[in-house]
């Protein structure tokens, strides 16, 4: 099962596994990972699941999807090119070991 890694704003970094398909935003909830609040559990129209993905990471994990890019917009914290929803990455074995930042605020 994959691990991913979620690094605060502060400089935390908790890992965690998650369930094969599991979204990025429910592995952080059901971790009691803080930082992501996913209020609308996970149907893109809050965009309170913001995170920064690694750099290294970028490829693997993609771009935003149409929806997701106009979501994006509406993120509280700063918006970067790295900027994903983590309700729309999908935790498979070819993200093992993904590293993702959190914001300092989502709303
Ligand atoms: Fe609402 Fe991701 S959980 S947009």
């Known amino acids: 099962m994959p691990s991913v890694t979620y690094i605060h704003s502060d400089g935390r970094a908790e890992t965690v596994t998650a369930g094969d398909g599991d979204s990025a935003m429910i ?23 913001h995170v920064y993905v690694d750099d290294a990471w ?9 929806d997701e890019d106009e979501m994006l917009e509406g993120v ?3 918006r970067s090119p790295n900027s994903r929803l983590s309700c729309q990455i999908k935790m498979t074995d070819a ?13």
């Open 58 to 66: 970028m490829e693997k994990v993609g771009a935003a999807a149409t």
């Open 76 to 78: 509280a914290a700063e």
């Open 95 to 107: 993200l093992d070991g993904l590293v993702l930042r959190l914001p300092d605020r989502q709303f």
């Open 27 to 49: 592995t952080a909830m059901q971790n009691g990972v803080d930082g992501i609040v996913g209020e609308c559990g996970g149907g893109l129209v809050c965009a309170t699941c």
